[in-house]
Nanobody
């Protein structure tokens, strides 16, 4: 059974930073792209960032470009999202994702696997 388990969410003031982690288990994720989506209250889930298996392809939403950085550790089957200069509009539940498509493909059609989500709240 595939599991994606997020951690690192919490409450932070505007301008602060958080680092999210997502640990994958239950199968081999060799060749899988991994990424992050988010869903704010009353809004649709949206793509945040994705990274290919090799790390050579990274795709990131314009809304977070320059503030968020995605990375991965394949030995640990873990993907990270470093979030800096957080804004109140970044408040959302953040979901880890994994699929065999490219990061851009994941952004367009959504992933095969989802995590349960972790809450990020940015106060003004």
């Amino acid at each position: 059974q595939v599991q994606l388990v997020e951690s690192g969410g919490g409450l932070v003031q505007a301008g602060g930073s958080l680092k999210l982690s997502c640990a994958a288990s239950g199968r081999s994720f060799s060749g899988y792209a991994m990424g992050w989506f988010r869903q704010a209250p009353g809004k649709e889930r949206e793509f945040v960032s994705g990274i290919s298996w090799s790390g050579g392809r990274i795709y990131i939403a314009d809304s977070v470009k320059g503030r968020f950085t995605i990375s991965r550790d394949n030995a640990e089957n873990t993907v990270y999202l470093q979030m800096n200069s957080l804004k109140p509009e970044d408040t959302a539940v953040y979901y880890c994702a994994a699929d065999t498509v490219t990061p851009q493909g994941m952004a367009v059609r959504g992933p095969k696997y989802w995590g349960q989500g972790t809450q990020v709240t940015v106060s003004s």
